[in-house]
């Protein structure tokens, strides 16, 4: 099908499957691995725009399901999309609406036609089919477009209804593709389905890798399942993807787990931990997670972060008083504690992907995953995650090897 983007793959790993790439999109380029702040509601909860540029963010997502009910599919025509609604001149990914199946069950009913829900502000009835999902697509103008597609948590013992989902998920891909009226403009993701049974995925790649989509997004994880089959999920599927397509694992934020998942083979994530962990007053950094809201922070002058280049930690290098001290002060009582740890994470997030292409593209990938884990749990190989060193050890990396 029709193509919006290039996909130049720059280097590979000569140990695991990370690869470092410049995807080129209509809004300009991005360079891959790449993590994309979620910005719901066309709005970055705690940032403006230009704020957000700032981090060096270039490509972030929006929610096809919200936008659709508020502001409208009129609003949006009016406005010419979501780009000048909200004043990004960068890209952004829509997804399809297809995870409230999850998230929003109790006001969902799935059939063929499509979703039906109640919406959440209003009680009213809407209906979500592939070809209603990508109108409101066409007209949000994303870079990125998500295929519908039926969405199950991944832990549900029901293999008869995964199976129907994961089918499903196919036939509607090809009345997405029937309905996708800027194929020349906007680039439309399919989206691999089948919980965590692997011979379910690998028959869905199969099959999804055939329809020639621009990307290739692999859905349905990180819904609770364990950590060890997520792994196995995202390596069975990368090793069936095309290699000069951007791979896409959808929801997933935890540094860990990006590591990780880049070590398996994947370019592109997104997830709202990073700002909505802002906003309960934790710091993201390269020792853990900081709950500044403990007294321990109330006498602590440094930045939240020594070395970071973030606007929060710049400024308190400055001697200017953002401080752990402050920001313990105001966490849980002014908007500006929520304000300051949002720049912050999202900047961690960013500089974090920035340092992973730096060790892929010097072919030093394994080197850095050691040095993460070791920063991230003091140094104590007994703290690492199981799930973590096991899924590393299938890619040729021993985190545990002195």
Not at 65 to 74: D, F, I
Not at 202 to 210: G, P
Not at 299 to 315: L, T
Not at 328 to 334: G, L, S
Request: proline share 5%; aromatic share 6%; hydrophobic share 40%.
């Amino acid at each position: 099908m029709p193509s919006a983007l290039t996909f130049e793959l720059i280097a590979r790993c000569s140990t695991t499957k990370a690869r470092a790439a410049i995807l080129t999109l209509p809004h300009g380029p991005v360079q891959l691995p790449l993590f994309m702040p979620v910005a719901t509601q066309a709005s970055l909860k705690g940032l403006t725009p230009q704020q957000l540029e700032e981090t060096g963010c270039r490509l972030c997502l929006n929610n096809t399901y919200h936008l659709g009910l508020k502001p409208g599919q009129e609003v949006l025509q009016k406005v010419g999309g979501a780009h000048k609604l909200q004043g990004w001149k960068h890209n952004i990914l829509t997804d399809s609406g297809g995870f409230q199946m999850v998230s929003l069950l109790k006001l969902a009913n799935i059939t063929e036609e499509g979703v039906r829900f109640l919406s959440p502000h209003d009680g009213t009835p809407m209906l979500l089919t592939p070809e209603h999902s990508i109108a409101l697509q066409n007209t949000i103008g994303s870079d990125i477009i998500m295929q519908l597609d039926d969405v199950l948590v991944t832990t549900s013992p029901d293999t008869k209804r995964m199976r129907e989902a994961m089918e499903r998920s196919v036939r509607w891909l090809d009345r997405c593709i029937a309905a996708h009226a800027n194929p020349t403009t906007q680039n439309l993701f399919c989206i691999i389905q089948g919980g965590l049974d692997l011979k379910m995925r690998t028959e869905c790649c199969k099959e999804m890798v055939a329809r020639d989509t621009p990307g290739i997004a692999i859905g349905g994880l990180s819904g609770g399942e364990a950590k060890a089959d997520y792994c196995r999920v995202v390596n069975t599927c990368t090793s069936l993807l095309p290699e000069m397509k951007p791979r896409y694992v959808m929801g997933i934020g935890y540094p860990e787990d990006l590591v990780v998942s880049v070590a398996l083979g994947a370019d592109m994530f997104d997830c709202v931990w990073p700002t909505r962990t802002a906003r309960f007053g934790n710091a993201i950094t390269k020792y853990g997670v900081l709950n500044l809201r403990h007294a321990r922070y109330a006498n602590d002058f440094g930045p939240v972060e020594e070395g970071c280049g973030c606007v929060c930690c710049r400024i308190g290098e400055g001697g200017l008083g953002v401080t752990r001290a402050f920001i313990h002060h105001v966490a849980a009582k002014e908007t500006v504690g929520a304000h300051l740890l949002t720049m912050h994470n999202v900047w961690y997030q960013l500089a974090l992907m920035r340092s992973v292409r730096q060790a892929i593209l010097e072919d030093r990938y394994p080197v850095f995953l050691k040095q993460f884990f070791s920063d991230q749990h003091g140094g104590d190989k007994s703290n690492y995650p199981d799930w973590a060193v096991q899924a590393l050890n299938t890619v040729g990396v021993d985190l545990m090897e002195e």
